[in-house]
């Protein structure tokens, strides 16, 4: 059973200060990795995706990706409270993605 | 635009009606995905399909059933709701290939079964 695990927090965070959400998937021969974001009550929307060992960057977002560790974070830099959502971590498997369960994020101003 | 629609929006009726929640995507994509969310809950996949006339059952036993007629269509049926089927459902889509695999979602639709 392929496993995409995420903190299911909350992870609070002051306004102005980094998130840090992390995730962990266990098929190794994954090559695509995604962030969500999902407000309350709404569908998911694509926040970044990476596909190579590193960091990628977009804006005030910051994906990392350690295959060898089957590792995945987002890093949120100058956390707004409309940054408050929950975040899905994603992880390509056989065709199609594997959602983890979604760390809920909440930016206090 | 390119877009992933879904209709209704909100829908509520009562125990032992069919209903067909509609999904229909403008951006050429082959697959296309069903899940079903509860609030605050994981997604489920119930259904997907990699193409004209392929469907396949998700990870979570669902009773309502799909089809994929045209590439851009891909309705589900619930042919006896019951209240257990009260849920948000999402309907997703994907290219095919290396890079191609993101999956765009729709804005869902709400289900409550009386």
């Known amino acids: 059973q392929k496993e995409v695990e995420q903190n299911s927090g909350p992870l609070s965070v002051p306004e102005g200060a980094i998130a840090s959400l992390n995730c962990t998937y266990s098929d190794r021969g994954s090559q695509s990795f995604f962030w969500y974001r999902q407000y309350s009550g709404k569908s998911p929307e694509l926040i970044m995706s990476?596909?190579?060992?590193g960091d990628k960057e977009d804006g005030r977002f910051t994906a990392q990706l350690n295959k060898a560790s089957q590792y995945v974070s987002l890093l949120i830099r100058d956390s707004q409270p409309s940054d408050s959502a929950t975040y899905l971590c994603a992880v390509g498997s056989q065709g199609n993605l594997i959602f983890g369960k979604g760390t809920k994020l909440s930016v206090k101003p | 635009e390119a877009d992933i629609y879904q209709t209704p929006r909100y829908l509520v009726i009562g125990t032992g009606k069919k209903i067909t929640l509609e999904c229909s995507q403008t951006?050429?994509?082959?697959?296309m995905y069903w899940y079903q969310q509860d609030p605050g809950m994981e997604l489920h996949l119930i259904h997907y399909s990699y193409g004209v006339n392929s469907t396949e059952k998700g990870d979570l036993s669902s009773e309502s059933t799909v089809s994929r007629i045209r590439t851009e269509h891909f309705p589900l049926t619930l042919e006896s709701a019951r209240p257990s089927h009260t849920s948000q459902y999402l309907c997703?889509?994907?290219?095919?290939?290396?890079?191609?695999?993101?999956?765009?979602f729709g804005p869902g639709t709400r289900l409550t079964v009386l």
């Open positions: 997703a889509s994907s290219g095919t290939g290396v890079r191609q695999d993101t999956q765009y």
């Open positions: 951006m050429g994509h082959d697959k």
């Open positions: 990476i596909y190579s060992n």
